[in-house]
């Protein structure tokens, strides 16, 4: 960076307000897909686990490694097969979110209670009542725990996707590194930080108005 | 709501080599309660997880009002029993208005029935309706367990199967629930299958009392019958020592032949005691004022005379039926 350059030139900020904003949407639906898409496979495999309890080693063994392999290496991967595509960027971010919902969907729902499952099948509750009504809500802040976790993970994991040509704010951060320029370097780094605070603080507000019981007492 | 007739016949339960339950059979009368006890371990929760066939048994049949439930759909034969389980459990994500009103919204009740249901249930358990938006965190033992019995009643089922239900609370309040549940089924009429390790408790509440042990049962009979014939020694052993004073408190001084042949000015300074006084309580109260005799009064009609010499040869057993 040049010696005489200010840290922040804000004037540069202004003039880039439009795709500034630009980015910031990419960078929220890249992240509101790899997670909504997350979950949906996170489900289907956790309800299938939760039925055949057998299938849990495996399941948690190949979503482990998927999410030990480093997230650059996994892209360049992907790359030839789905090219440098928003495909790419997401079959990568998804992959991130599975081990964690996976492990919190299914210890959440068997966690709870076996007096309370009880009470509902003596009730009359047919199995799927028992599921929706009693041990999906009662899992619900274990599972939002992981959604948490896995929706910050996302957020950092967007800005690398900038590689392949994605990025949302990822983008700015390339661009400083580039051309050794530090405002929009400090744009993509902290409105990433700044993104991943939001999401998560939104997220608590939805988990509390989800589970009005947890506030008594 | 009036009661269902439940029948037993040779029910067994085998889990691996253990004989959790071992030819179980015995009839409950339509509008009365029955009260499995024995020790621990002795299978009355199989025996009654059974009868709404959370467990299946390992054979022998089960009859309410003659239809074998073993031919009937779980889910529909469960809405139509009331199950209070050992844990009371709950829903702590609901609050008591939608804890109790669970059976018949799966039922599919209108809203309006199952609040007016809801409200008047609360009125008939003692709670105050604005306790209805509370959740299970946010009460007693004692509110907690009322409130299961209270889910467990709601679809007015004419058999209520009870697995514990006053457990979990202190003397005291366990007292005045199992007054207070006494009187509802009395005035509701309905067949209950009571589950207690504590034979107070069956005395007190049992119409008929089923003593198990090891999965067998050991005795059937009312319990005055069970206090003052136990049918062997185990039986004995387990109703106590003081069975002789047990069986003092189920009956009540102007429920037994009183002495008319002591007049009422003879007992000038003795106690008097209403009719229903427990005869226990009337030997409590003879001895605290160190008489020999009190008056059975009704008001202002004198009833006769309760002695005790008299008392004295019902502890011998010398009336027993
Ligand atoms: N699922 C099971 N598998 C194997 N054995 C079982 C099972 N459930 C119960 N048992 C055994 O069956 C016997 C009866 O158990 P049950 O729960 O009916 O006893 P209980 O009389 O209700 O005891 P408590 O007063 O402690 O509640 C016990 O010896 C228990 O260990
Ligand atoms: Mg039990």
Redesign the pocket.
Known sequence: MTPNEPLVRWDWLASHAGEIGFRVGEHLELTAIAVAVGLVVAFALSFAVLRIPRLYPPVTTVTGILYTIPSLALFAFLVPYTGLSVLTAEIGLVSYTLLILIRNIVNGIRSVPSDVRDAAQGMGYTPRQILWRIELPLALAVIFAGIRIATITTIGLVTVTALIGEGGLGYFILLGMQELFSTPLLVGAVGSILFAIAADSALVLLQRALTPWARVR | MSGATVELRGVT?R??S?L??DELSFTVPAGRICVLV????????????MMNRLIEPTSGEILIDGQNVLHEDPVALRRRIGYVI?QVGLFPHETVAANIATVPQLLGWSRDRIRARVDELLALIGLDRNMKERYPAQLSGGERQRVGVARAMAAEPPLMLM??PFGAVDPIVRNRLQDEFLNLQRTLGITVIF?T?DIDEAIKLGDRVAV?RT?KLVQYSPPAELLAHPADDFVAQFVGHDRALKRLGLLTVGGIELDRTIDRSRLGAAPTLSPSTSVRDALAALLVADARAAAVVDGSNYLGAITLPAIGRMLRGDDAK
């Open positions: 339960k889990y691996g253990t959790a339950v024995g020790p621990s371990g002795c299978g009355k929760t199989t025996s009654l997880r050992q697995d514990e589950v390790h198990m999965g």
